[in-house]
């Protein structure tokens, strides 16, 4: 049967749906900044974006056919695309496990959240934040808390050289600073 004229249903989309995997345990670690940015892209999808495309969809439909009316078939897609991130968010936020780097403040061993500097075995010098699986950006030098070169890391202490394996080989790396961010402090 020809894939033009199979029927596209909400449960579909649903199947091909996977969350990111979490290491054994299911614990979804995060930072409260990280938590937040979460919670307000969820409320914003729920409070604004949503209503918006269903009143254009509601207009749309109330225009007649149905069939090629671009306003009415893009406005059902796009609300199928924001119902399955509310779900997706709505679960992630669920499984969160809050944890508040800033408690580590002045600490040398590497924990969740800690900015860390190590060098490779050819002097380069590289530095990463170590943040949740929901709210790692790689391009800003966030990773997540399951990668390998965090796993390799977590627990060290500065000064500690370890083993980071990688598919294409093993590299030794030396852990050269730890740092936190500084706690806040409340004002009487």
Same mark, same amino acid.
């Given at each position: 049967m020809s894939k033009a004229?199979?029927?596209?249903?909400?449960?579909?989309?649903?199947?091909?749906?996977?969350?990111?995997?979490?290491?054994?345990?299911?614990?979804?670690?995060? /930072?409260? =900044?990280?938590?937040?940015? @979460?919670?307000?892209?969820?409320?914003? &999808?729920?409070?604004? $974006?949503?209503?918006?495309?269903?009143?254009?969809v509601h207009w749309a439909a109330s225009n007649g056919d149905r069939s090629e009316n671009g306003d009415y078939i893009y406005g059902k897609k796009r609300l199928r695309e924001i119902d399955r991130r509310i779900r997706f968010l709505?679960?992630?936020?669920?499984?969160?496990?809050?944890?508040?780097?800033?408690?580590?403040?002045?600490?040398?061993?590497?924990?969740?959240?800690?900015?860390? /500097?190590? =060098?490779?075995?050819?002097? @380069?010098?590289?530095?990463?934040?170590? &943040?949740?699986?929901? $709210?790692?950006?790689?391009?800003?030098?966030?990773?997540?808390w399951v990668s390998p070169i965090a796993r390799t890391l977590l627990k060290a202490r500065e000064g500690d050289v370890l083993q980071l394996v990688t598919p294409a080989q093993v590299t030794e790396i030396e852990v050269i600073r730890v740092t936190y961010p500084a706690p806040v402090t409340k004002e009487i």
């Open positions: 004229f199979t029927k596209e249903t909400d449960d579909a989309d649903d199947e091909d749906l996977q969350l990111p995997p979490l290491p054994t345990g299911g614990k979804n670690y995060i /930072t409260p =900044a990280g938590y937040a940015r @979460l919670k307000s892209e969820l409320l914003d &999808l729920i409070d604004n $974006e949503r209503p918006k495309v269903v009143d254009i709505t679960k992630r936020l669920e499984l969160a496990e809050i944890t508040d780097p800033r408690v580590h403040f002045q600490n040398k061993q590497v924990f969740f959240g800690s900015t860390v /500097t190590y =060098a490779d075995d050819s002097g @380069l010098e590289r530095t990463v934040t170590i &943040l949740g699986v929901d $709210e790692a950006d790689s391009s800003k030098g966030e990773v997540s």
